[in-house]
């Protein structure tokens, strides 16, 4: 008995949380389904309103943040500024065409329920974003990172992350919260700075970190230089009120050009598969099954909705560029979800009251719901098109 009472709870949770990991996991991987899905289910499970184990959203949340910004990080590493300058128009044109078509296809719905333009704007934002964590993680796993489609999608990816920035400042607008000259002033000098770091990597392309040398032989001391980079340009950032998420993307590039990935990757692995674990777990924990099981079928008509209409749009913008429908199907396939900074629009708009109680809960609820069934979509779709 006194050893059963010296047990740590969240040791226990830890130890639970993993085995439905395992267990579900292994279900899916019979199936050729990714992980993602397993941490989501997991989150579902353990959460407030699942078995309750784990009731500290606000410490799960700013923990899965951390994987955000590992994820992003990787995802920095993997990129060829160069290459994607070269190949600009896919991703810019391609996003900002994505982005009004969304807020147009809003305004049509929101024309008949009677919202207001801040509401319709907010939401057209919300569902204008994809998953670069599920999608550039099923690229990878199905080894199409670097085809042709699979360098268009993570560049229009790309895009949509950096774009994060504007919509929190308009949303923040559109709430009747204006941001103080202090804040305007640091969030310029900011993207400046970002801007003048990208030129910069443009112009070296490649370069050598110091003390390089000395560190390749010290595995330990690479783990802690990892973190500097990741999180430290995150925190730059995030000083600047930019995303720290960008930051950390920022960070990879430069890493990249530093000609150190594969040392600052395996450094880091082990901790961006725990951090992006929890992170899709917190979203996970967000869904309320009761709000699902009371409001399924508008959820449902939302969720339809979301996907034939992420999924066309994608697809023609693909296919004015690549000219193969095939292809473009299958890539407005990857493209059709709602991605995970979503969440930070609709928290934003939130708390700015632009949208109450239920429309929050609907939104959080959506949005996981369309990266729990992105796999599934996806994996259709390619068998339909029988790529």
């Known amino acids: 008995m006194i050893f059963l009472s010296a047990i740590n709870p969240e040791l226990t949770n830890l130890v ?43 410490s799960i949340r ?25 190949n600009w128009k896919i991703p810019t044109i391609g996003t900002i065409i994505q982005v009004i078509g969304s807020v147009l296809i809003v305004s049509l719905i929101g024309w008949g329920f009677g919202w207001n333009m801040n509401r319709t704007v907010t939401l057209g934002f919300i569902i204008s974003l994809s998953s670069s964590a599920v999608v550039i993680k099923l690229l990878q796993d199905n080894n199409e990172s670097d085809t042709k489609i699979g360098r268009s999608v993570i560049s229009i990816l ?7 920035v504007p919509m929190l400042i308009i949303t923040t607008y559109l709430g009747g919260e204006i941001p103080s000259t202090k804040d305007i002033i640091l969030q310029l000098i900011g993207g400046a700075l970002l801007v003048t770091g990208i030129i910069w990597i443009l112009k070296k392309k490649e370069f050598s970190l110091p003390y390089s040398d000395k560190i390749k032989a010290d595995h330990e001391i690479q783990v802690f ?64 099954l009761t709000f699902l099981i009371e409001n399924w079928k508008i959820i449902g008509l939302l969720i339809i909705s979301v996907y034939i209409c992420n999924h066309f749009i994608n697809s023609i ?49 959506v949005i996981s719901l ?15 098109l029988k790529i």
Do not use: N
């Open 62 to 86: 700013v923990i899965g943040e951390f994987g955000l910004i590992l994820l992003l990080f990787f995802i920095g590493m993997e990129v060829s500024l160069p290459e994607f300058i070269k």
């Open 158 to 164: 790309l895009v949509q992350d950096i774009l994060i």
């Open 16 to 58: 639970v949380v993993s085995i439905i990991i395992i267990f579900i996991g292994s279900i899916l991987k019979f199936f050729k389904q990714p992980y993602i899905i397993a941490y989501i289910i997991a989150g579902v499970l353990i959460g407030k309103h699942g078995f309750g184990l784990i009731t500290d959203e606000d």
């Open 370 to 384: 369309t990266l729990l069934i992105s796999p599934f979509w996806i994996a259709i779709t390619k068998k339909i």
């Open 225 to 288: 230089v990892s973190i500097l980079f990741c999180f430290g340009f995150a925190v730059l950032t995030a000083f600047f009120g930019i995303s720290a998420a960008l930051g950390s993307f920022v960070g990879g590039m430069v890493v990249r050009a530093a000609r150190s990935t594969e040392w600052f990757h395996d450094s880091l692995h082990s901790f961006r598969v725990v951090f992006v674990a929890i992170f899709f777990a917190s979203i996970g924990m967000l869904i309320d």
């Open 317 to 365: 913008i693909l296919y004015y560029f690549e000219k193969d429908w095939k292809t473009s199907i299958y890539g407005g396939a990857l493209l059709a979800q709602i991605g995970e900074l979503s969440f930070v629009i609709s928290s934003t708009a939130y708390h700015a009251g632009i949208i109450g109680d239920y429309a929050y809960q609907l939104t959080i609820v």
